[in-house]
């Protein structure tokens, strides 16, 4: 069985590069699964989408534990260790990465030594990610022809032609780019279920209700989850052209991200800014701009 699975952030479309895929592996005589998985279903969040082909009948269900390859559509979310994009990973998988970095410094970094494919990332628009993914994945799985692929798109964007052409023109070049390894994902085993052993019996001490109940028993606890790194826009703010009208910017901010500092100073919390860019779109002296992640961060380092 091929058990691929794909890792991105909301809105970078990895859902449909699984169907993308999905189907491509129907057209070439597969029975086949894909679904997507979100965490939190917000823009830029961690998520993971699954695709699952067979030339026989498909039982297993849910998440795909054991992966023959893993697709990261931003390599960001390997060192966050909620994403998990290791998980699972044995010397029998291969991962597809989307990065600068070369497949040497990666497999430094992670110190494996399975095969590492690097996929240059797109200087054109997000929504071609997909097609260049789920392209790249049919290629390394040597199973699917590069025009199945394209039918794939083609029937996933019926009606929008414009956009069918960029994505099939991402997608080729993806195909190409992996010519030199196709083939080079390994089928996994199914999992058998009859040889599952059933776990042991647990008895759980009965707690009070401040404990267990589903409920909110205590303040500022959610202070410690750091949702910032879901980010893939950053708000900075101009003070030179701030009006320091500061209602506006910190009671727009859906999480309470914008704290006022002496002098009505507004100032963004970004261990806690998800990057939704409301407050961009709400500032009536546009002194807040959207900047990239990335950039910022790259700034910051300099």
């Not at 401040?210 to 879901?230: C, E, F, N």
Request: net charge negative; glycine share 6%; hydrophobic share 40%.
């Amino acid at each position: 069985m091929y058990t691929i699975r794909f890792h991105g952030r909301g809105g970078q479309g990895m859902k449909t590069a699984s169907h993308f895929l999905g189907n491509a592996f129907f057209m070439a005589g597969f029975e086949v699964q894909d679904a997507p998985r979100y965490g939190a279903e917000r823009r830029g969040a961690p998520m993971t989408s699954y695709v699952r082909a067979d030339h026989q009948a498909i039982y297993e269900r849910g998440i795909i534990s054991n992966p023959g390859l893993v697709v990261v559509a931003d390599d960001s979310l390997i060192p966050i260790a909620a994403a998990g994009v290791m998980k699972g990973i044995s010397e029998n998988s291969t991962l597809l990465i989307v990065s600068r970095e070369t497949a040497s410094t990666w497999q430094q970094r992670l110190n494996i030594q399975i095969p590492i494919q690097i996929l240059e990332p797109l200087t054109t628009t997000i929504p071609l990610l997909s097609a260049a993914c789920a392209a790249a994945a049919a290629c390394l799985s040597g199973q699917i022809d590069c025009q199945y692929v394209l039918d794939a798109i083609k029937e996933e964007l019926s009606g929008h032609e414009e956009l069918i052409a960029l994505n099939i023109n991402a997608a080729i070049k993806a195909y190409e780019a992996m010519e030199a390894a196709q083939g080079i994902v390994k089928q996994t085993d199914a999992i058998v279920a009859t040889e599952f052993q059933k776990p042991d019996w647990i008895d759980l001490q009965l707690e009070t209700a401040d404990i267990s109940a589903p409920v909110i028993h205590a303040s500022q606890t959610s202070v410690k989850v750091r949702t910032g790194l879901w980010r893939m826009q950053r708000p900075v703010i101009n003070y030179d052209h701030c009006n320091h009208c500061w209602w506006i910017c910190s009671n727009s901010c859906p999480d309470s991200a914008i704290n006022i500092e002496q002098g009505n100073n507004p100032v963004v919390d970004y261990d806690h800014c998800k990057g939704c860019m409301i407050c961009v779109a709400q500032c009536p002296a546009h002194a807040i701009e959207s900047i990239a992640e990335a950039a910022a961060q790259q700034e910051e380092q300099s």
